[in-house]
């Protein structure tokens, strides 16, 4: 590798011809390419295509596992990758079973997230979880007004007002939003209602609902989509309002705001996905309907 | 995109994102049948908008990532450029030795 790199280096500036001699035919240009492509490709992003097919099957207590070919997948930190219901299993071997001659881990967002619900590297517990999530409310974005341009402004109200309203309505509290640096005053009662609804999230649940408030910045329009109050395309649309504001003004670059927004839809969609199926169990439902 | 309303454009949604993943096969994958048993076991069901939600958030989850994923590999996958790219940039060549290089036999 190293003497490759010192010939390319001496090619380029045409010196001192080097005195070791090549393997016969070898094309040295062909070779240079795949090297640039090997190294851009670090081991963390893109990984060459190992399996074949990809195939789900049902382990110990229930649990899904995915398996490529013969090996069973894992997660980062080693332990053995397993699901809890079939229909996301089945989702996170889509994934698998999509790619093409590299793997594009960042485009496996069901995938990581199963991962980081699994492994757990930053040792969070639930109730730190809930926490965070209810300390977001504060800096929420639906909450965080301007005072101008006066288009914003009205887009704003338009478009986050309903969204407000309808949280106050079905969960009963006060939020309202805010011009002032500080932000939003939440009053305790608020914050109380939501931790008690948040109680009842799981620990993989909880993952998902963190993850989409972190995409979307507001708690307000993450509980509008698990809710099923929103689209993901919607939540997306009102989460980026400011953008799109700035875009019809000044115009659409794709490589930035198409990139942004079809990157923010997918993880969006990644995340409610992933609350929804942790949250539901079909064993469960399916006992319901046989009664 | 038109708007995706009815579980019908849902569906065929859906078939098709998996028509442009997985190419000829699609039919023979587990989640063409998962999704195909979903559509037809939700038909009457009181959880119908649950499940129309789900699958429109699903067919999002597909085509946001197709899409992010072209415009990744049009404008971020590049990579180095070739190393006659580079010395055109500046409007230079590089060197031909008919000969052959010296340490080539």
Not at chain 1, 82 to 101: F, H, M, S
Not at chain 1, 116 to 130: F, K, Y
Request: charged share 25%; proline share 3%; hydrophobic share 35%.
């Amino acid at each position: 590798m190293m003497l490759r790199n010192i010939c390319r280096y001496q090619r380029q500036f045409g010196q001192v011809i080097w005195p070791f001699s090549f393997p016969q035919g070898q094309h040295v240009s062909i070779l240079s390419t795949h090297l640039q492509k090997a190294r851009y490709a670090s081991a963390t992003t893109e990984k060459r295509k190992f399996y074949e097919n990809v195939s789900i099957s049902q382990g110990e207590g229930g649990l899904y596992e995915i398996n490529l070919d013969k090996r069973k997948l894992k997660t980062p930190g080693g332990k053995l990758f397993t699901v809890p219901n079939e229909a996301l299993a089945i989702a996170v071997a889509t994934e698998w079973d999509v790619q093409k001659d590299s793997l594009k881990f960042y485009t496996m967002h069901l995938t990581t997230l199963c991962n980081t619900a699994l492994d757990n590297p930053t040792q969070r517990t639930e109730e730190q979880m809930i926490s965070a999530a209810l300390k977001f409310l504060e800096t929420d974005t639906i909450c965080y007004r301007v005072e101008e341009p006066p288009g914003l402004v009205e887009l704003q109200r338009n478009e986050w007002d309903p969204v407000l309203n309808w949280i106050e309505q079905r969960y009963n509290v006060v939020i309202g939003s805010s011009t002032s640096i500080m932000g939003p005053q939440i009053p305790e009662e608020t914050k109380e209602t939501f931790r008690q609804h948040l109680n009842s999230y799981n620990f993989w649940s909880l993952t998902g609902l963190e993850y989409v408030i972190t995409q979307l910045k507001s708690l307000v329009l993450s509980f509008g989509l698990i809710d099923r109050h929103l689209s993901v395309e919607q939540a997306v649309l009102l989460s980026r309002l400011e953008e799109e504001y700035q875009i019809q003004q000044w115009g659409n670059v794709e490589w930035v705001h198409d990139y942004d927004m079809y990157e923010l839809q997918a993880r969006t969609a990644a995340g409610a996905m992933f609350v929804h199926l942790s949250s539901e169990s079909t064993a469960v439902k399916r006992k319901i309907l046989q009664d | 995109m038109a708007a995706v309303t009815s579980p019908l454009r849902a569906c065929r949604g859906i078939l098709k994102e998996l028509r442009i993943a997985k190419g000829s096969d699609y039919r023979n994958t587990l989640v063409y049948k998962h999704v195909l048993e979903q559509f037809r076991r939700n038909q009457f069901c009181r959880a119908r908008m649950d499940a129309l939600h789900a699958a429109r958030t699903y067919l999002c989850l597909l085509t946001s990532t197709r899409m992010h994923l072209r415009l990744h590999e049009r404008y971020h996958g590049r990579g180095d450029r070739a190393l006659e790219e580079v010395a055109g940039l500046v409007g230079l060549r590089l060197p031909t030795q008919p000969g052959g290089k010296g340490w080539e036999t």
